[in-house]
T-cell receptor, first 111, second 111 residues
Framework: DTAVSQTPKYLVTQMGNDKSIKCEQN?????MYWYKQDSKKFLKIMFSYNNKELIINETVPNRFSPKSPDKAHLNLHINSLELGDSAVYFC??????????FGEGSRLTVL | GNSVTQMEGPVTLSEEAFLTINCTYT??????LFWYVQYPGEGLQLLLK?????DKGSNKGFEATYRKETTSFHLEKGSVQVSDSAVYFC??????????FGAGTRLFVKA
């Protein structure tokens, strides 16, 4: 039983398209996150939700819109994709701001 | 602001060699410190952590000691194996909803 699962694992799309990534955690955690990892492996936080409320939005373009329908789910929708959006997007969760549990990542390639 | 600096890689070692990956941090207050490991094609997973000064975190033969006087949390292992080849991330959290990661250090272990 995967603790943090995200789908799809791979997305390949054209510039200007819209795409979504879904994330679910079955750990009973109260906080969920989206991180972006670039080609150099640098990891940067994008969003953080605590009990479905947006807590952190790290100067991410408006084209990125997270949605948390409940504490166990955090989805990421990206409009008007650009070449620079190509990266691996990781969903993570935590309980009481402790260690992070990561999903396996969703590799987005924008052509 | 808070930040984490870790040694640049890649680090290439022969099997059974001693490993040190340096990590220093800048933070207000008293952060919790973490080492995460990312194996190829996977998400990050917690390797070890320490929550206060002089604590030693350990797991799978890896160790790191929280040194407040030198603001460091260096990762060590006495004898590396080929299966330890991965990217290692030092990270900190000051009790908020944001975990800050270092740039990652890639380790290659040759048989």
């Amino acid at each position: 039983d995967t603790a943090v699962s995200q789908t799809p694992k791979y997305l390949v799309t054209q510039m200007g398209n819209d795409k979504s990534i879904k994330c679910e955690q079955n750990l009973g955690h109260d906080t969920m996150y989206w991180y972006k990892q670039d080609s150099k492996k640098f990891l940067k936080i994008m969003f953080s939700y605590n009990n479905k409320e947006l807590i952190i939005n790290e100067t991410v373009p408006n084209r990125f819109s997270p949605k948390s329908p409940d504490k166990a789910h955090l989805n990421l929708h990206i409009n008007s994709l650009e070449l620079g959006d190509s990266a691996v997007y990781f969903c993570a969760s935590s309980l009481n701001r402790d260690e992070l549990f990561f999903g396996e990542g969703s590799r987005l390639t924008v052509l | 602001g808070n930040s984490v600096t870790q040694m640049e890689g890649p680090v290439t070692l022969s099997e059974e060699a001693f490993l040190t990956i340096n990590c220093t941090y800048t933070a207000t207050g008293y952060p919790s410190l973490f080492w995460y490991v990312q194996y190829p094609g996977e998400g990050l997973q917690l390797l070890l952590k320490a929550t206060k000064a002089d604590d030693k975190g350990s797991n799978k033969g890896f160790e790191a000691t929280y040194r407040k006087e030198t603001t460091s949390f260096h990762l060590e292992k006495g004898s590396v194996q080929v299966s330890d080849s991965a990217v290692y991330f030092c990270a900190l959290n000051t009790g908020g909803f944001k975990t800050i990661f270092g740039a990652g250090t890639r380790l290659f272990v040759k048989a």
